[in-house]
């Protein structure tokens, strides 16, 4: 049994570390909001940045904040 969950674990771990979108993100039609914190340790601010270039008609914004979800707290400068 615990052979079976770590095998499991595995092959979920190997699907998240080798799956990537970038090489469609280029095909993305509607604007795009990107929302970080510019504190964030979970998803680093550098990622939006790259998701802004390689996005067409992409905007990135950021809040002073530890993470995106604190974005409800600053909703007048991520409106604008």
């Known amino acids: 049994d615990f052979f079976q969950h770590c095998h499991g674990y595995l092959g979920q771990l ?20 990107l929302l970080y914190g510019e ?3 979970l998803i680093p601010l550098i990622n939006g940045q790259m998701l ?5 008609n992409a905007h990135l914004v950021t809040v002073i904040a530890d993470t995106c979800f604190r974005g ?6 991520v409106v604008k």
């Open 14 to 33: 190997t699907a998240v570390c080798g799956w990537t979108s970038f090489h469609r993100l280029h095909t993305i039609k509607a604007p795009t909001l």
């Open 72 to 77: 409800h707290e600053q909703a007048a400068s």
């Open 39 to 41: 504190q964030d340790a």
């Open 52 to 56: 802004e270039k390689m996005i067409p």
